[in-house]
DNA sequence: AAAAAAC
């Protein structure tokens, strides 16, 4: 498909797609548009940056009542994360212009008497995260009656252990007769068979194919050993130079011990973030890394999903991700709608079954790569003996305790 | 055993 001019859209909706600079639907937007307009359940898997807050975002704009003919909400979009809430509304904000339009965010950690006026005031798309709107839910202060579109976004990540309890209760607070929309770039067939129960006879949209990851992502690994991972990285930045780049770690403590570090040289053009910074923080240290007021920011996965700057040119994963999907959506993070990005991923030994099982998940195989000084044991050893195969072999006796302690033997 | 998500 050319145009957004071959989809059935209004006007005034063309001329807004137009104006936030959209020229050609993605394959995404382009299959799933129609089906949304058509008032169809959709399951959408498409890759990491190819527009599916659009996909979603411009079918539900097209068809919001007025807030004259309608207060309450008429649809609902859950995400994982609270920046990730600002984000997808910042942009159907986008998509809504020349058409008075009120969205509200209901996620946690944010004014809670803010939000309360918004619904009161009048609120035709709410964008929120599962724990605070279940409790605008239970408050009574967000009203279902008028729902007839509920999407989950990262729907793979919505439906795991960790969120299906509150999700469950908010979906089925909301119309039967609804319509549902699942998106994600990873939607494993355990997950999609349990999002059919949420649905009716849902369209399933999937661009991904055999291909997983965006292939304009060049993806390369480093084998080291544990101690050796911050100097690595330190060269790595200097061999890079990166116009921006996310650094992600696999727990808090580590994500802020890693920021300490990279401090020391790069000072405030290093950045941190996760759960359990103040949410001012948070919002302030990606509102610098989107102004490019910041280098490097070093990560848990709570920007591992959705967050979409498209001036990040490398991903490195100085801890592996906990699972395959992780790592698509990491590495996600760059090659946005097209662009080049670069991903490295830190392999420390004994992590090579985790290696070989994201290869198999993305269907390719990461480049290794090397940087003179970090060889590992097993190489070092090999080099030298491969040199001067003798003297290493005297200097391992000489150097070995219990070579020297014990008397020869003839 | 991790991270995320309500006060």
């Not at 202060?141 to 729902?147: D, E, K, P, S």
């Given at each position: 498909m050319d145009s957004f001019d071959e989809l059935d859209l209004s006007p005034i909706m063309r001329r807004a797609v137009k104006d936030a600079g959209f020229t050609t639907p993605s394959p995404i937007q382009a299959a799933l548009i129609p089906h949304a307009l058509n008032g169809k359940d959709v399951i959408g898997q498409a890759r990491t940056g190819t527009g599916k807050t659009a996909a979603f975002s411009i079918p539900i704009l097209e068809q919001l009542d007025s807030l004259e003919d309608c207060r309450d909400p008429q649809a609902i979009v859950i995400v994982p994360t609270r920046e990730l809430a600002d984000q997808v509304a910042a942009e159907a904000e986008r998509l809504a212009r020349g058409v008075p339009t009120e969205i509200a965010v209901l996620s946690g950690g944010k004014n809670m008497n803010r939000q309360l006026r918004q619904l009161e005031n009048g609120t035709q798309l709410v964008v929120g995260t599962p724990g605070r709107v279940h409790d605008h839910l239970q408050r009574g202060?967000?009203?279902?009656?008028?729902?007839w579109c509920v999407v989950l976004d990262e729907a793979d990540r919505m439906l795991d252990i960790g969120f299906r309890p509150q999700i469950e209760r908010i979906m089925r607070k909301c119309p039967r007769n609804r319509q549902t929309l699942l998106l994600s770039a990873t939607l494993p067939p355990v997950v999609r068979r349990l999002a059919e129960s949420y649905m009716h006879e849902p369209v399933v949209i999937d661009c991904c194919r055999d291909e997983m990851a965006v292939d304009t992502i060049e993806q390369r690994y480093f084998t080291i050993a544990q101690d050796d991972k911050v100097k690595l990285l330190e060269s790595l930045l200097k061999r890079e130079k990166p116009e921006q780049a996310i650094i992600f770690c696999r727990t808090k403590r580590g994500t802020d011990r890693l920021h300490r570090k990279l401090s020391h040289e790069y000072g405030g053009a290093c950045g941190a973030i996760h759960g359990d910074l103040q949410q001012r923080e948070r919002d302030r240290v990606l509102q610098k890394l989107r102004d490019g007021n910041l280098k490097f920011l070093v990560a848990t996965?709570?920007?591992?999903?959705?967050?979409?700057?498209?001036?990040?040119s490398h991903i490195v994963n100085f801890d592996v991700p906990q699972d395959c999907d992780d790592y698509v959506h990491r590495v996600g993070r760059?090659?946005?709608?097209g662009r080049d990005g670069v991903a490295y991923t830190f392999v420390v030994p004994g992590e090579g079954d985790i290696l070989t099982s994201i290869e198999q998940r993305i269907n390719k195989l990461l480049i290794r790569d090397k940087m003179e000084g970090f060889e590992s044991p097993a190489e070092k050893a090999a080099a030298v003996a491969a040199a001067a195969p003798e003297p290493e072999k005297e200097l391992r006796r000489t150097l070995n305790p219990m070579t020297r302690k014990r008397p020869r033997r003839r």
């Open positions: 202060t967000l009203r279902t009656n008028n729902v996965d709570v920007v591992g999903r959705g967050i979409d700057i498209s001036t990040i760059t090659g946005r709608m």
